[in-house]
């Protein structure tokens, strides 16, 4: 086999000769780091997040083999751990188990053809284990990507209104430090797929910013309970549902749609989409990102504060985060966003601000009547997204 093709696995044991013994059963089939404690292993996992299998000993100095596999499981949590120990210590193991989730416990000494064994079991449980998540992100993706492909060809208003709150969201989240981005840009582009059921003059209007009547507003607040209807079939889309379900709630608690829940006990991704959904709304009744955000500061108790200002401190640097270009609609390439609605001669909208065009897009991009140049936005390289 290949060296380069080795999989890369981790043993920690504060006994050189334990690790050399190990490493002289395993090094055939895999590419064996070792480290002689707790603090060493944890930074062998920083340097190569690849590791499949970790094992520890249990009994070391310092940081025993629970608390490792425990750290272990933050640090690298795909892979797959082992707990090897020569104490006939039950309370440990469990204590090992409950807290790092071991897949195998081996006791010292280990027999070579087991230690093989159970590293080719873990090696496997972890191929079972990634692979459904990756075909569960790319089913999960795949299925909103269609949705969202929909909205953009039934309403292409609807859809630009979607990809800047999604656009917003994710930048919003990043920043806020959130791990799990992608449940967020679901939720932002699936709010909008209700907009399909108002109509037209109604979604000219909710882009527009301007106002509605009491049944249009109505209508447009039943927008996240028919989004979450469309995703209940879904599975494993719980917290993208709590996303729409829960984004109208006021960070203080009050109001009609609180029922007890406030500040951080309201989903975060719900607090996100509070924030751009409103910003969103406010910008297109006066176009000025200034207006917007004084606007919401003065409602007291509605946003949750803090991310209310690193959106703000976000929305300050797209200047330099983003290029605002005028050209010619021949000239348009994928990755680029529309600055403004893009209409043909006779005044009607083609695009809406926020469309990003695509590589399918392109030809039909080229062909557009459109009079004068077109204002897109173009990332700038090397600059924080």
């Not at 191929?127 to 953009?152: A, H, P």
């Not at 290029?323 to 021949?330: K, L």
Request: hydrophobic share 45%; proline share 5%.
């Amino acid at each position: 086999m290949d060296p380069k093709m080795r999989v890369p696995v981790l043993c920690v044991d504060d006994e050189p000769q334990v690790l050399e013994g190990i490493s002289l059963n395993l090094r055939r089939r895999y590419d064996v780091t070792t480290a002689t404690s707790g603090a060493a292993g944890l930074e062998a996992l920083q340097k190569t997040p690849t590791i499949v299998v970790v094992l520890s000993d249990m009994r070391m100095p310092g940081m025993d083999g629970a608390a490792f596999l425990a750290q272990a499981r933050q640090t690298a949590p795909d892979a797959v751990r082992m707990l090897l120990t020569g104490q006939a210590d039950m309370a440990s193991a469990i204590a090992a188990i409950n807290e790092g989730q071991i897949f195998r416990f081996l006791t010292k000494p280990c027999p070579p053809d087991v230690l093989v064994a159970a590293f080719d079991a873990a090696v496997e449980q972890h191929r079972l284990v990634t692979s459904e998540r990756v075909l569960l992100e790319q089913t999960l993706r795949g299925s909103i990507q269609m949705l969202s492909d929909v909205l953009s060809l039934a309403n292409p208003t609807a859809f630009g209104r979607a990809t800047r709150i999604k656009e917003h969201a994710a930048d919003l989240a990043r920043a806020a430090g959130h791990a799990a981005v992608w449940p967020i840009e679901v939720a932002a582009i699936v709010s909008q797929l209700g907009c399909i059921t108002l109509p037209p003059a109604t979604v000219e209007k909710l882009y527009l910013g301007a106002s509605l009547s009491t049944e249009e507003q109505a209508a447009v607040d039943r927008l996240p309970a028919l989004a979450d209807g469309l995703l209940a079939k879904i599975p494993r889309l719980d917290e993208v549902r709590a996303c729409l379900v829960h984004q109208c709630r006021r960070f203080d608690g009050t109001g009609p749609a609180a029922n007890g829940m406030s500040g951080d006990k309201i989903p975060f991704g719900a607090r996100v989409l509070r924030i751009v959904h409103d910003f969103e709304a406010l910008d297109a009744q006066a176009g000025k990102t200034s207006f917007a955000l004084d606007t919401m500061r003065g409602r007291t108790g509605t946003y949750d504060p803090q991310l209310l200002e690193q959106f703000a401190t976000l929305m300050g640097s797209a200047v330099q985060r983003h290029e605002v270009r005028e050209i010619p609609i021949r000239m348009v390439q994928a990755g680029m966003t529309f600055a403004d609605d893009v209409r043909n001669a006779s005044g009607g909208l083609l695009l809406p601000r926020g469309y990003e065009v695509t590589e399918a897009l392109l030809d039909k991009v080229r062909h557009f009547a459109v009079k004068g140049n077109v204002r897109v936005i173009v990332r700038r390289l090397g600059r924080a997204a």
